[in-house]
């Protein structure tokens, strides 16, 4: 399972380009992939987070139950981490849920062997901040665009960001996210094509 992860892929400056033998010996020793099957959740709203995670391969959303309706407010696909700020630093209960949406492999770390990692390797500690404020950033720029764009205009930055997004997700989860009904995507979708 091991041999599916590239050591050196890493979405951060040339300065985390390779790791040390070393370095790449303990990630191999936290032997942390898991494999999760379509419909498996990694957690649900009101557990504690204790884990960080990294989508090796698949496809996860995260929704919350708002008046007995599920809304989507994000998905995490190949390559991207997964990642409580708020339950890493304070002992908040989550306030979504994450489903697995295909069978997915995912590397599940511990906060507690997180913070050995960083003491016997300070740069982890270093690349894991940087990575985080990138997503951040990512997460805040999404949010902005939420929030001045018309579901279309949503769509299309999904088709120019996230093309593969829309083949792996069922159409009414990508409406949820979209804060549209099934049948408002599918106008668009027909009109786009159309145009």
């Known amino acids: 399972m091991q041999d599916d992860i590239d050591l050196n892929k890493i979405p951060s400056p040339d ?8 370095e790449q010996e303990m990630i191999l020793s936290l032997d942390s992939i898991r494999d999760f099957n379509k419909g498996d959740f ?7 987070f204790k884990e960080s995670y990294y989508v090796v391969k698949g ?14 407010s994000n998905f995490f696909m190949d390559d991207e981490a997964i990642h409580s700020i708020t339950s890493a630093s304070i002992d ?11 069978d997915c492999k995912i590397s599940v770390v511990s906060f507690e062997k997180e913070k050995e990692v960083y003491k016997r390797f300070p740069r982890f500690q270093y690349m ?9 950033l990512e997460y805040q720029e999404q949010m ?4 001045s764009s018309t579901p279309e205009e949503r769509y299309k930055q999904i088709l120019e960001n996230k093309a593969d997004l829309i083949d792996r997700v069922p159409q009414y989860h990508l409406a949820s996210y979209l804060g549209i009904k099934p ?9 786009l094509a159309d145009s």
Do not use: W
């Not at 496809?59 to 989507?72: A, F, H, M």
């Not at 902005?144 to 929030?147: D, E, G, P, S, V």
């Open 15 to 22: 300065v985390f380009a390779t790791f040390s033998p070393e």
């Open 42 to 48: 990694l957690i649900r709203e009101g557990q504690y």
């Open 59 to 72: 496809v996860l959303r995260q929704y919350r139950l708002i008046d007995g309706e599920e809304r989507t």
């Open 92 to 102: 908040i209960a989550c306030t979504f849920n994450l489903e697995c949406l295909e």
């Open 128 to 136: 894991c901040r940087i990575t985080t404020e990138k997503h951040l």
């Open 144 to 147: 902005a665009l939420y929030m």
């Open 183 to 191: 049948e408002s995507l599918s106008r668009i979708r027909k009109r």
